[in-house]
């Protein structure tokens, strides 16, 4: 696995404009997956230079604040052309940190991320207030507003994405920015800093890299606007706390155990590829994987004699292969981590259909790469039925009948996801309403353009991201009320 492209040995903090090293010159190595090998040192940022961040979103605010519509649109337009010319760049170091197929990267990852800061580019030009006549004579005008300095986190499972999904509605409504990518992942938003950073200016856009334990936990306390988090339900709480303590607003994108549904009368090659978009894109690290795969009794022998083999057939191998499939899991702890839930579902009675172990051939035994998994025999009271594993395994649970399905797949203290298979629609939309998540799928899984609304219900979080209401989430809202009568209220008359 020969690196195909040039990377810094050494990656600095993005702050003011400037790229500088942390101010106690303290790094981190950032490696391949994949490999295990070394691919660069990142700055560790300390809480001074998360603060020098904040100070210079501060400083650069009141003219970036005052930006049109129009510009910040354009600058956003612009942004994405440029990405789009170094497409291949950024997939590659995408798949090179994260360990993902290219053939994910190159026409999911990047392209969607492209595609968002256009998205936020028209959004823009759409945002309007409002001019209303309230009790009589009464004018209430209300306008939008940026709403200062922002601190966004994002997690190692889609660094480019996510990344895209929390830049371009900031920039869009006038916000500065302080990010911290994962430390496991930030390679390629600091390529994007690096590529696009001037065409903002200085102070709007500041990257601080880091530990969660350090740049994470100086930024979540730090003098900012709003904070933005994409991550664990754990931290997310953790988030959600800091922000009341300062009233600013939080929005959260955390964790899932989304249900994925086949009924007996769904279309069998949807149905297949359904079940594998769900909890192996991506090696099965996404929040929304559908990780409970429900099957109705009377499909259930048919759909696993067609899954197995559909999962025995996926490659998994280098992820810079184009015909690759599965790439490396993020690293060897989370594959342990994976591995052992593995054995918690033996323990609880559970038996694997297929995969359950690492894949080692040829010189996949130096990266973290595991076999696409199925555990049958599961009900959804079983710990891997009720917590998050985020890898590619599935655990197979069947059902009866809608009410049973729904009965179900509401059994779970997370709501983002889910997928339901079927050619009747009312029984599609039945389902679809039933399931208390935000995202369900019909005939489809992991579908995530920008134009339609993502995020969750429960604990998966607070607020929707990849549609047009984002951007309110990014402004404050300014009421100015106007009387438009010429006599006076009349509650202290002067005779
Ligand atoms: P995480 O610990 O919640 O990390 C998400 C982001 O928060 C990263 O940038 C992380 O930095 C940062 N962070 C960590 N601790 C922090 C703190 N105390 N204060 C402020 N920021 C902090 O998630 P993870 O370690 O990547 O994964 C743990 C589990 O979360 C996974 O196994 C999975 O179950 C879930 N997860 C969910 C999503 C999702 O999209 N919903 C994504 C990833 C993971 P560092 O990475 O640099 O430590
Ligand atoms: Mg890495």
Same mark, same amino acid.
């Given at each position: 696995?020969?690196?195909?492209?040039?990377?810094?040995?050494?990656?600095?903090? =993005?702050?003011?404009?400037?790229?500088?090293?942390?101010?106690?010159?303290?790094?981190?190595?950032?490696?391949?997956?994949?490999?295990?090998?070394?691919?660069?040192?990142?700055?560790?940022?300390?809480?001074?230079?998360?603060?020098?961040?904040?100070?210079?979103?501060?400083?650069?605010?009141?003219?970036?604040?005052?930006?049109?519509? %129009?510009?910040?649109?354009?600058?956003?337009?612009?942004?994405?052309?440029?990405?789009?010319?170094?497409?291949?760049?950024?997939?590659?170091?995408?798949?090179?940190?994260?360990?993902?197929?290219?053939?994910?990267?190159?026409?999911?990852?990047?392209?969607?991320?492209?595609?968002?800061?256009?998205?936020?580019?028209?959004?823009?030009?759409?945002? @309007?207030?409002?001019?209303?006549?309230?009790?009589?004579?009464?004018?209430?005008?209300?306008?939008?507003?940026?709403?200062?300095?922002?601190?966004?986190?994002?997690?190692?499972?889609?660094?480019?994405?996510?990344? /895209?999904?929390?830049?371009?509605?900031?920039?869009?409504?006038?916000?500065?920015?302080?990010?911290?990518?994962?430390?496991?992942?930030?390679?390629?938003?600091?390529?994007?800093?690096?590529?696009?950073?001037?065409?903002?200016? /200085?102070?709007?856009?500041?990257?601080?890299?880091?530990?969660?334990?350090?740049?994470?936990? =100086?930024?979540?306390?730090?003098?900012?606007?709003?904070?933005?988090?994409?991550?664990?339900?754990?931290?997310?709480?953790?988030?959600?706390?800091?922000?009341?303590?300062?009233?600013?607003? /939080?929005?959260?994108?955390?964790?899932?155990?989304?249900?994925?549904?086949?009924?007996?009368?769904?279309?069998?090659?949807?149905?297949?590829?359904?079940?594998?978009?769900?909890?192996?894109?991506?090696?099965?690290?996404?929040?929304? *994987?559908?990780?409970?795969?429900?099957?109705?009794?009377?499909?259930?022998?048919?759909?696993?004699?067609?899954?197995?083999?559909?999962?025995?057939?996926?490659?998994?191998?280098?992820?810079?292969?184009?015909?690759? %499939?599965?790439?490396? %899991?993020?690293?060897?702890?989370?594959?342990?981590?994976?591995?052992?839930?593995?054995?918690?579902?033996?323990?609880?009675?559970?038996?694997?259909?297929?995969?359950?172990?690492? *894949?080692?051939?040829?010189?996949?035994?130096?990266?973290?790469?595991?076999?696409?998994?199925?555990?049958?025999?599961?009900?959804?009271?079983?710990?891997?039925?009720?917590?998050?594993?985020?890898?590619?395994?599935?655990?197979?649970?069947?059902?009866?009948?809608?009410?049973?399905?729904?009965?179900?797949?509401?059994?779970?203290?997370?709501?983002?996801?889910?997928?339901?298979?079927?050619?009747?629609?009312?029984?599609?939309?039945?389902? *679809?309403?039933?399931?208390?998540?935000?995202?369900?799928?019909?005939?489809?899984?992991?579908?995530?353009?920008?134009?339609?609304?993502?995020?969750?219900?429960?604990?998966?979080?607070?607020?929707? @991201?990849?549609?047009?209401?984002?951007?309110?989430?990014?402004?404050?809202?300014?009421?100015?009320?106007?009387?438009?009568?010429?006599?006076?209220?009349?509650?202290?008359?002067?005779?």
């Amino acid at each position: 696995m020969s690196i195909p492209i040039d990377l810094q040995s050494t990656y600095q903090l =993005y702050i003011g404009g400037q790229w500088r090293d942390a101010s106690d010159g303290g790094t981190l190595t950032t490696y391949n997956p994949a490999t295990g090998d070394k691919l660069a040192d990142i700055a560790q940022a300390t809480q001074e230079d998360v603060e020098a961040a904040v100070a210079a979103g501060r400083a650069a605010f009141p003219t970036w604040s005052k930006t049109t519509a %129009q510009e910040r649109s354009q600058i956003l337009l612009d942004i994405a052309d440029i990405l789009e010319e170094n497409q291949e760049l950024l997939a590659t170091v995408e798949t090179l940190d994260n360990g993902k197929p290219i053939r994910e990267t190159s026409t999911v990852d990047i392209p969607a991320s492209i595609d968002h800061f256009r998205y936020f580019a028209g959004v823009l030009r759409a945002d @309007e207030g409002t001019a209303t006549m309230v009790d009589g004579s009464m004018l209430s005008v209300v306008l939008h507003e940026p709403l200062g300095v922002v601190g966004q986190i994002v997690p190692w499972n889609f660094p480019f994405l996510m990344g /895209a999904w929390k830049l371009a509605p900031a920039i869009a409504a006038g916000d500065c920015i302080v990010f911290k990518p994962s430390s496991t992942t930030s390679l390629s938003i600091l390529e994007f800093a690096r590529l696009v950073g001037d065409k903002l200016p /200085a102070g709007v856009l500041n990257v601080i890299t880091g530990s969660g334990s350090k740049s994470g936990e =100086y930024l979540k306390n730090a003098d900012v606007d709003k904070l933005a988090f994409t991550g664990s339900t754990e931290v997310g709480r953790d988030i959600a706390l800091a922000a009341a303590k300062k009233i600013i607003p /939080a929005t959260l994108e955390l964790g899932g155990k989304s249900a994925n549904a086949f009924f007996d009368d769904c279309d069998r090659d949807l149905a297949i590829e359904g079940v594998q978009l769900g909890i192996l894109f991506n090696q099965g690290q996404v929040c929304c *994987a559908g990780s409970r795969i429900f099957v109705q009794d009377t499909f259930y022998d048919e759909f696993m004699e067609l899954v197995t083999k559909a999962f025995t057939k996926v490659k998994v191998g280098d992820p810079l292969d184009p015909t690759t %499939q599965m790439g490396a %899991q993020i690293n060897e702890g989370q594959l342990k981590k994976i591995l052992s839930y593995v054995e918690i579902g033996e323990s609880e009675g559970a038996k694997i259909a297929v995969g359950g172990h690492r *894949a080692t051939e040829g010189d996949l035994g130096k990266g973290a790469f595991l076999e696409p998994t199925l555990l049958v025999d599961v009900d959804n009271k079983m710990r891997v039925a009720q917590e998050e594993i985020f890898g590619p395994v599935g655990v197979v649970i069947k059902f009866h009948d809608e009410a049973d399905l729904i009965e179900k797949a509401n059994d779970s203290v997370y709501g983002l996801g889910g997928g339901v298979f079927t050619q009747d629609l009312g029984r599609a939309l039945r389902v *679809a309403n039933g399931i208390h998540t935000g995202r369900v799928w019909v005939n489809t899984y992991n579908q995530i353009p920008a134009g339609a609304p993502f995020g969750g219900y429960k604990e998966s979080g607070i607020g929707r @991201e990849t549609y047009k209401s984002i951007l309110n989430a990014y402004q404050q809202v300014k009421n100015i009320m106007i009387n438009l009568g010429t006599e006076p209220a009349g509650l202290y008359p002067q005779d």
